[in-house]
């Protein structure tokens, strides 16, 4: 196992995606996906080491979904207290104009995001569900958001202006 990792979140409004990654080569050591969160009917896949574990079960909401997710870990690999997570990611997609690039979260990096709901009423509140939750189950991380819109934030005025 490499000696330090970085867990990847994208919390979405009715999935989680994962991937537990190796900063330094880019390699991914572990990832899944949570689906239909809320339905009657969801799954859950984790895959690691060649493994893919699929479990058909009700996922009520994202607390228990990521709870779900360490479990997966504990249970099928890699262990997270082997893996060393340095990191917590989570991608966020509207950052508006207050993030230029990613950001260390704290309560009032959560108040930007909540803020934003409005430009991004579709993805903002599921994010801000799975950072709450992550943030919970993996308190002695630092958790850094990363915004779709940063990309956006410096392109050349003819860029942003013209479409190609």
Sequence with gaps: MTTRTVLVINSGSSSIKYQLVDPDSGDSLASGIVERIGDSIGAITHKHAGQKIELDEPV?????????????????????????????????????????????????????????????PLHNPAHLKGIEVARKLLSDVPHVAVFDTAFFQDLPEEAARYGL
């Design 60 to 120: 009520p909401d994202h607390g228990y979904g990521l709870a779900e997710v360490l479990r997966l870990f504990e249970e099928h690999g890699p262990s997270l207290a082997d893996a060393h997570i340095v990191a917590v990611g989570h991608r966020v997609v509207q950052g508006g104009r207050y993030f230029s690039g990613p950001a260390l979260i704290d309560d009032e990096v959560v108040a930007k995001i909540e803020e934003l709901v409005p430009l991004g």
